[in-house]
T-cell receptor
Framework: NAGVTQTPKFRILKIGQSMTLQCTQD?????MYWYRQDPGMGLKLIYY???????DKGEVPNGYNVSRSTTEDFPLRLELAAPSQTSVYFC??????????????FGSGTRLTVV | GENVEQHPSTLSVQEGDSAVIKCTYS??????FPWYKQELGKGPQLIID?????GEKKDQRIAVTLNKTAKHFSLHITETQPEDSAVYFC??????????FGKGTHLIIQP
């Protein structure tokens, strides 16, 4: 049982480039999330999904896009990368919206640097 | 939306002593209060949680207490060990709004 798998683990992008951060979960969770974590700033929600075909903006969605074509996959797309998007990105999934059953399961993160 | 404050931002304790981290929230509708632990290079992991109809919950060396009137809840770790060194996040929430995480507390266990 792999849980939440994120790829790549590390990436360096040049300003203006684009990339997709991949996220896959094998727990059949309906809810999936993308967070970014900056030093001393905690976890900020970028986008979330309550099921296949349904996505919604979180606190900091600008510069990002998501899609949810299957229950398992929730890729995060960065268009026109900017230095402000340098961060560690975490994907998570849960059985319920608050994770009150078994918590949120987080991936191990993608460390992205934009230069 | 929910406004969450977590204190302290850094906490250094001697091994074997106790540690307490406090989380204050603003939304009186919040009814679920979890604590997550993040070890270096990993994603956060749920370690303990409490619901609004309970005042305290304990799991071995860790406990969470809730004061719903004052809108705060705390994480208590007793007999701290080196493996307790990590960043801890509170994340109150409820209903359709999900969780709002605090900025984290870096707990350092001094040998």
């Amino acid at each position: 049982n792999a849980g939440v798998t994120q790829t790549p683990k590390f990436r360096i992008l040049k300003i203006g480039q684009s990339m997709t951060l991949q996220c896959t979960q094998d727990m059949n969770h309906n809810y999936m999330y993308w967070y970014r974590q900056d030093p001393g700033m905690g976890l900020k929600l970028i986008y979330y999904s309550v099921g296949a075909g349904i996505t919604d903006k979180g606190e900091v969605p600008n510069g990002y896009n998501v899609s949810r074509s299957t229950t398992e996959d929730f890729p995060l797309r960065l268009e026109l990368a900017a230095p402000s998007q340098t961060s560690v990105y975490f994907c998570a999934s849960s059985y319920s919206r608050t994770g009150s059953n078994y918590g949120y399961t987080f991936g191990s993160g993608t460390r992205l640097t934009v230069v | 939306g929910e406004n969450v404050e977590q204190h302290p931002s850094t906490l250094s304790v001697q091994e074997g002593d106790s540690a307490v981290i406090k989380c204050t929230y603003s939304d009186s509708a919040s009814n679920y209060f979890p604590w997550y632990k993040q070890e270096l290079g990993k994603g956060p992991q749920l370690i303990i949680d409490i619901r609004s109809n309970v005042g305290e919950k304990k799991d071995q060396r860790i406990a969470v207490t809730l004061n719903k009137t004052a809108k705060h809840f705390s994480l208590h770790i007793t007999e701290t060990q080196p493996e307790d060194s990590a960043v801890y996040f509170c994340g109150p929430g409820g209903g359709a709004d999900g969780l709002t995480f605090g900025k984290g507390t870096h707990l350092i266990i001094q040998p």
